[in-house]
């Protein structure tokens, strides 16, 4: 439970951050609208990647220390 937990809070914070990061370089590329151009998909994937990667560490370093104070 405390891994989808996780999963799902980093993947909604990821979502949130990266959509305003997009905003603020002005990245509008929607993948199944737009005609696929490999450049604009690898820096999306890679954009939302590097913060979900960053959240995720985040947040687990976060709930293993929470964790690990009640024992």
Same mark, same amino acid.
């Given at each position: #439970?405390?891994?989808?937990?996780? #999963?799902?809070v %980093?993947? !909604?914070?990821?979502?949130?951050?990266?959509?305003?990061?997009y905003?603020?370089?002005?990245?509008?590329?929607?993948?199944?609208?737009?005609?696929f151009?490999?450049? !604009?998909?690898? !820096?999306?994937?890679?954009?939302?990647? !590097?913060?979900? #990667?960053?959240?995720? &560490?985040?947040? &687990?370093?976060?709930?293993?220390?929470? %964790?690990?104070?009640?024992?």
């Open positions: #439970m405390k891994v989808f937990l996780l #999963m799902f %980093s993947i !909604l914070i990821t979502d949130f951050l990266s959509t305003q990061v905003a603020w370089i002005d990245l509008e590329y929607r993948l199944f609208q737009d005609t151009n490999l450049w !604009l998909f690898l !820096l999306d994937f890679g954009i939302f990647l !590097l913060i979900a #990667m960053g959240v995720y &560490s985040l947040l &687990s370093k976060i709930f293993s220390k929470g %964790s690990s104070a009640r024992s």
